[in-house]
């Protein structure tokens, strides 16, 4: 069995912005692994082919074991095809059945099963050929597997999931290091410090509610406090951290301060003091000292974000943080707003005051105001800092990448940018 | 109308909270007017604005002079079709 994920349709992608311009659906988090991870344990293989955005192939291949964009894939094996937002959980199918699809309740393709025999019946020389002829040819059924529709949706399930995720994993015990003097609350049972990771002393792991699962390499500075459930990536450091129950932290993070029920994809930086509450951070952001979000509203009412930085979608939940895009930076002392929706690739300035909901990605926010700042090159030469500071490389086809992802970005910005040289002449 | 040079001048003080009779042509934004780099960006907006103008910002917060942002700015009008008094 040959095992697709794909990445779409455009519309429904773009309400996984800004973290998902830069990636695939499946690579975000919930719980200790990715939304790929699952599916593929669900479907019980260990890797599988997969169909994204044009844009993105280029870069996402480098990131990646499995052939990207490959239609030669579509031929030779059953097929199993999954949207990368399912969640894994709910995903049944039957691998002895016949061919069909799952229809979601637009009437597109979240899955579908392919047997070999019949391939033949669809058009398989390209990924869309193909998922369109398989609704056609196939026997189609109404889908009642759930997913995802926005990031918050990972990030409040993001405790529970951690749970069934170490359940699943298996694994307790201390086979890395913890100095004392220093304390476990809760059983045991449900912590797990891996191999490499050290845990100084003076640091209280509370288990009570929910496991605590420490990766490879993890370091844990003293006065620090995990509250499970958590899960804290390999080489990521905790730095006196308050970590708040339900936060997944991905690899090599550097975490100080309040952080509760957030999702940090990795190789992020939230080094200082300051709240990060029911947030979704993405992959090389730094946030300055003391930089805060907001999780709940003042009168308790759901929040809603601005996610086209025009029409305000209700999240159904009274908490909700900022989601934070690739490569964002934040100066010292910045506010965010109750589920504020930062943009990729941005620069952005404290005013003293809560900043705008809406900040788009590229935007230099100075003065509370988007501007064209430096420009993408001075960000761009930034990014090939930051990673390069870790070992990684930016590369020819990460820098495409972002072309494409400053002129998808473009029209909104450029409105958000006149806007903001109007408010500096009224000033 | 004001010419190119006298708008930048206006705006340049207004953003950097000076006397517009103070500046010169010959004068650094950074050096001489001490602008911060914040404010370099605040100018090439304020600009855009004052002329109804679009400018690449590298090339824009390359010009070091009130003089040649007085070139610059004229050169960028031409180009984008925008009247303006020399």
């Not at chain 1, 500075?221 to 958590?230: A, D, L, M, Q, V």
Request: hydrophobic fraction near 40%; charged fraction near 25%; glycine fraction near 10%.
């Amino acid at each position: 069995m040959q095992l697709i994920l794909f990445d779409g349709p455009a519309e429904k992608r773009a309400k996984f912005y800004p973290l998902a311009l830069s990636r695939p659906i499946w690579e975000l988090r919930c719980g200790i692994t990715t939304l790929s991870e699952k599916l593929l344990a669900k479907a019980g293989v260990s890797e599988a082919a997969c169909f994204v955005p044009e844009y993105m192939a280029g870069a996402y291949a480098q990131r990646t074991q499995w052939k990207v964009n490959d239609p030669a894939v579509l031929a030779g094996d059953d097929l199993l095809i999954l949207n990368g937002r399912l969640k894994a959980a709910g995903v049944k199918f039957d691998r002895k059945g016949p061919s069909k699809v799952g229809l979601d309740e637009d009437g597109q393709c979240l899955w579908a099963w392919v047997r070999k025999a019949d391939i033949s019946r669809v058009k398989s020389g390209s990924f869309d050929d193909l998922l369109e002829s398989a609704k056609a040819a196939l026997p189609a059924e109404k889908c009642d597997w759930p997913t995802y529709n926005y990031p918050w949706d990972l990030v409040l399930e993001n405790g529970d999931q951690i749970t069934a995720d170490c359940k699943a994993a298996g694994r307790s015990g201390i086979e890395g290091t913890v100095e004392q003097p220093g304390a476990i609350r809760g059983s045991a049972k449900d912590v797990y410090v891996a191999a490499g990771a050290v845990v100084h002393p003076m640091v209280v792991i509370d288990a009570e509610h929910g496991p605590v699962y420490l990766d490879q390499d993890v370091v844990v500075h003293p006065f620090t406090r995990i509250e499970g459930p958590c899960y804290v990536g390999r080489a990521s450091v905790l730095l006196g951290t308050r970590c708040r129950e339900g936060n997944t932290i991905g690899p090599v993070c550097r975490v100080g301060g309040e952080v509760e029920e957030s999702i940090i994809q990795g190789h992020s930086n939230k080094y200082h003091d300051g709240f990060l509450g029911h947030a979704y951070v993405g992959e090389w952001v730094n946030l300055g000292a003391l930089t805060t979000n907001s999780d709940l509203k003042n009168d308790y009412s759901d929040v809603t974000v601005l996610l086209d930085g025009r029409t305000p979608v209700d999240t159904g939940s009274t908490k909700v943080g900022s989601l934070i895009g690739d490569h964002t930076k934040t100066s010292i002392g910045v506010l965010f707003n109750t589920g504020a929706y930062v943009g990729a690739m941005a620069l952005i300035m404290a005013t003293g005051k809560v900043l705008p909901k809406w900040i788009p990605s590229f935007a230099w926010l100075l003065g509370g105001q988007v501007t064209k700042g430096f420009g993408k090159a001075q960000l761009y030469k930034t990014a090939k800092v930051a990673m390069s500071r870790r070992d990684c490389q930016w590369t020819d086809a990460d820098e495409s990448m972002w072309d494409a992802i400053y002129e998808m970005t473009a029209p909104a910005r450029d409105i958000a940018i006149k806007k903001g040289r109007r408010a500096m002449l009224r000033k | 109308m004001a010419t190119v040079s006298e708008r930048v001048k206006t705006v340049t003080a207004r953003v950097l909270a000076m006397d517009p009779g103070q500046i010169k042509p010959e004068q650094n934004f950074a050096a001489d007017l001490g602008a911060e780099s914040i404010q370099s960006v605040e100018l090439v907006a304020m600009f855009e604005e004052e002329f109804g103008i679009e400018m690449d910002e590298d090339a824009a917060l390359s010009v070091q002079t009130v003089g040649g942002a007085v070139e610059f700015i004229t050169r960028v009008c031409k180009e984008q079709g925008v009247d303006v008094e020399e």
